[in-house]
């Protein structure tokens, strides 16, 4: 019964203390290169920005695309990110300007990283039910809002970069075709 009071407590502050190392060490600031650009909630990747298209049948989706109907991809985000929230935007930002170069260069497709934490931003919480970092594909038509999609698999998927992508990928065609 002794053994039993003495080890109790032990196992409890190493698991306090496992759990506090883990927050510390995922909040800590990242350096990052998406950090040394404009602030991410107000750029819009410029044609420069933008690779040629990889895949060619892009090209026909950007075609198919009424004029009237555009698709934002926001990757909501607090001021501060853990890896893993960087690593999310990092990856979706590299799946679409690979795929979707030419939706991003004429406007049908629209990247924005957005602060949640701004007050002028702080709405996005309850328009689209976000309990942390996440990616939204939002589809719009003649400036009114259809629809919107929380993928919420990229917090799986982010360890498994050709998943991710693939899933980014997916779900953004099938919101571009109108």
């Not at 927050?23 to 750029?43: D, G, Y």
């Not at 990229?154 to 991710?164: G, Q």
Request: with cysteine; hydrophobic share 40%; net charge negative.
């Amino acid at each position: 019964m002794n053994a039993k009071k003495v080890v109790t407590p032990l196992l409890l502050l190493f698991v306090g203390a496992s759990v506090v190392y883990l927050l510390i060490s995922e909040s800590k600031p990242v350096e990052s290169n998406l950090s040394a650009q404009t602030p991410a909630s107000t750029k819009q990747p410029a044609p420069t920005d933008v690779p040629a298209p990889v895949n060619p049948s892009e090209k026909a989706v950007a075609e198919k695309t009424a004029a009237a109907q555009t698709v934002a991809a926001y990757y909501f985000h607090s001021t501060q990110r853990c890896r893993t929230c960087l690593t999310i935007e990092r990856l979706a930002r590299e799946a679409l300007t690979e795929q979707f170069a030419n939706a991003l260069t004429n406007g049908a497709l629209e990247w924005r990283a957005v602060n949640t934490d701004e007050p002028a931003n702080a709405h996005f919480i309850k328009d689209y039910e976000l309990v942390a970092s996440a990616l939204v594909l939002v589809q719009r038509r003649d400036g009114d809002q259809v629809s919107w999609v929380n993928l919420d698999r990229v917090w799986d998927l982010v360890h498994d970069e050709p998943a991710f992508k693939r899933y980014v990928i997916e779900q953004t065609r099938a919101y571009l075709e109108p």
